[in-house]
């Protein structure tokens, strides 16, 4: 079945504990993508890759890292979370320009 | 920046009413696509016109695109309380190969 996979789906820690959100796609995707979801702000784009070693900032990207080695992996590293990073998180892929978009089924992540 | 805007925020209907949401954006597109997502799950396609596509069905749905005014709406027939959702629009071209999305509209169908 064509999926893409985050994990965790759910995660509660603390300020400054470094943590990454997995996202694994099985459809030989190009193009993958981060996005958080906050209340009132719609989904707001945190980083994408148009393919492996090559990725590029959103309109959010402060405070986040990804990295692109493999086709299938796109994760999502938060260096050193801070409270303002609390939100709901989706991974993307497309296979191509003109392609709709599959999202995973969402990571909440809570810092304290 | 978020490309798409959609119209209303919120929509409250009566099943079997017809729900229009609408959705304006800035720059020139190649495509205009239409996403549901059920409440704190992933978004789901619905589907994808192209810039030079004026109308588009599936099912229920109809969209219609106008590039001269850079907007949209999508039509749901006969709505039903499963169509319960956030529908959001995204955009792809104007430079970005990665689609940028609008705040949503909130739709709730009444049994």
């Known amino acids: 079945e064509a999926q893409v996979t985050q994990n965790p789906r759910y995660l509660i820690t603390v300020t400054g504990k470094k943590l990454t959100v997995t996202c694994s796609q099985n459809?030989?995707?190009?193009?993958m993508s981060w996005y958080r979801q906050d209340p009132g702000l719609g989904l707001r784009q945190i980083y994408y890759?148009?393919?492996?070693?090559?990725?590029d900032k959103g309109d959010v990207p402060e405070g986040y890292k990804v990295s692109r080695k493999e086709k299938r992996n796109f994760p999502l590293i938060l260096e050193s979370p801070s409270p303002n990073q609390t939100s709901l998180y989706f991974c993307?892929?497309?296979?191509?320009?003109?392609?709709?978009?599959?999202f995973g089924d969402g990571t909440r992540l809570s810092i304290l | 920046s978020q490309q798409g805007e959609e119209d209303p925020q919120a929509l409250s209907i009566q099943e079997g009413e017809n729900a229009t949401m609408n959705c304006s954006y800035k720059?020139?597109?190649?495509?205009l696509q239409w996403y549901r997502q059920n409440s704190g799950r992933g978004l789901v396609h619905l589907i994808l016109?192209?810039?030079?596509?004026r109308e588009k069905h599936s099912g229920r749905l109809r969209v219609t695109l106008d590039t001269s005014k850079k907007s949209s709406s999508l039509l749901i027939t006969a709505s039903r309380a499963a169509d319960t959702a956030s529908y959001f629009c995204?955009?792809?071209?104007?430079?970005?190969?990665?689609?940028?999305f609008g705040r949503g509209t909130s739709l709730i169908v009444h049994p």
């Open positions: 995204a955009t792809d071209g104007g430079g970005s190969y990665i689609p940028t």
């Open positions: 016109i192209r810039s030079n596509e």
């Open positions: 459809m030989n995707h190009e193009y």
């Open positions: 890759s148009m393919n492996v070693e090559v990725t």
């Open positions: 993307a892929s497309k296979g191509g320009l003109g392609q709709p978009q599959h």
């Open positions: 720059t020139s597109i190649n495509n």
